[in-house]
């Protein structure tokens, strides 16, 4: 079974940065459209950013401006760029893309298990 598996979170304080990377656990043929979502404690998981297999971004309202998402197609790898990160930024974020994991599978649905960002004031 396919896992992505995310990297980067951390501890930082506001106004600070951290870049998030997401990968297959495997070697698979190519990571399609894919996006990151957050989840803070007691609160629904919601949507960042996505981005779909030819390039084409979108943001919450909540971090356009600050955070970027983009994708190295040969190393099928998703990225999310923190910048000006603030208290409220404070989530576990987790990656979400849809993989096709040989040349003649089709495509399926993957989530991470989640890496913890924290935001200090």
């Known amino acids: 079974q396919v896992q992505l598996v995310e990297s980067g979170g951390g501890l930082v304080q506001a106004g600070g940065s951290l870049r998030l990377s997401c990968a297959a656990s495997?070697?698979?043929?190519?990571?399609?459209?894919g996006g990151w979502y957050r989840q803070a404690p007691g609160k629904q998981r919601e949507l960042v950013a996505t981005?779909?297999?030819?390039?084409?971004?979108n943001y919450a309202d909540s971090v356009k401006g600050r955070f970027t998402i983009s994708r190295d197609n040969a190393r099928n790898t998703l990225y999310l760029q923190m910048n000006s990160l603030k208290p409220e930024d404070t989530a576990v974020y987790y990656c979400n893309a849809d993989v096709q994991r040989r040349v003649i599978s089709t495509t399926m649905n993957y989530w991470g298990k989640g890496t913890l960002v924290t935001v200090s004031s």
């Open positions: 981005i779909t297999s030819g390039g084409n971004t």
């Open positions: 495997e070697i698979i043929f190519r990571l399609n459209a």
